[in-house]
């Protein structure tokens, strides 16, 4: 808990049904989405109600952003991707989260973003899990 | 021209024919995308060889973010959207551009996002010229 903390957050069922949680960190919550195409990270700021960035306040915004930076640098020294994509979306799930994803020139999807295209191809749990402690061990 | 701009810096030539110039603010020149669908700007920081914020210094990084929130509140105000998009792809065009995309749940492509959609509906000349004098009368 970061004295950030919002104490009635609660992370959108959907996210939860979709990701696992990689780590807490001061701002956010990081999860693993579970598709096996890419390493696929989302970032959900622990403050009930937020839609935008624009939602939070200036301290919370400003420190959501130096861990989404910092993720980006861990994602690329553990998975060397071509490009990252980083986005906020939320059309279906409303709660602000924000993707970050490895993209690779040959992987299934490129150049295409990667929402509403091709379901997901899920991990195996051995895979999954494997994925999990490489991306723990750099908190 | 400000202090932070880079000499070498040159627009990328699909997003100048995607796009005309609304203004340019301290760190990034602002487009208003030629689709009607919905208002859709571009923000392209101006440093050569960017391709992800964590290219930019981090003085430069913050005025991005600065800007990409006071442009958010500025879209609110104009056009009351339902939801605002705010995504760095560049799979295609791979110079760091931020776009921020009013979406309405009665758009065209509601909920899904709009990248590899169906093509852009022009603006009628008029339209276009319109749009972006709304837009420049809040700078």
């Not at 059309?91 to 990667?114: E, G, M, Y």
Request: hydrophobic content about 45%; overall charge negative.
């Amino acid at each position: 808990m970061s004295v950030m903390d919002d104490d009635n957050f609660e992370l959108h069922p959907q996210l939860e049904q979709d990701g696992r949680l990689i780590v807490s960190l001061g701002t956010s919550d990081w999860l693993l989405m579970n598709d096996s195409r890419f390493p696929w990270v989302v970032q959900v700021p622990r403050f009930k109600g937020a839609t935008l960035m624009t939602s939070l306040p200036a301290e919370m915004r400003a420190g959501v952003r130096r861990e989404s930076d910092f993720m980006v640098e861990v994602l690329q020294g553990l998975f060397n991707p071509d490009h990252i994509n980083v986005a906020q979306i939320g059309n279906v799930v409303s709660q602000l989260h924000i993707h970050h994803v490895c993209r690779f020139t040959d992987d299934a999807l490129w150049p295409k973003p990667i929402w509403a295209q091709t379901p997901a191809i899920p991990y195996t749990d051995v895979q999954y899990q494997e994925r999990l402690a490489a991306l723990r061990w750099q908190f």
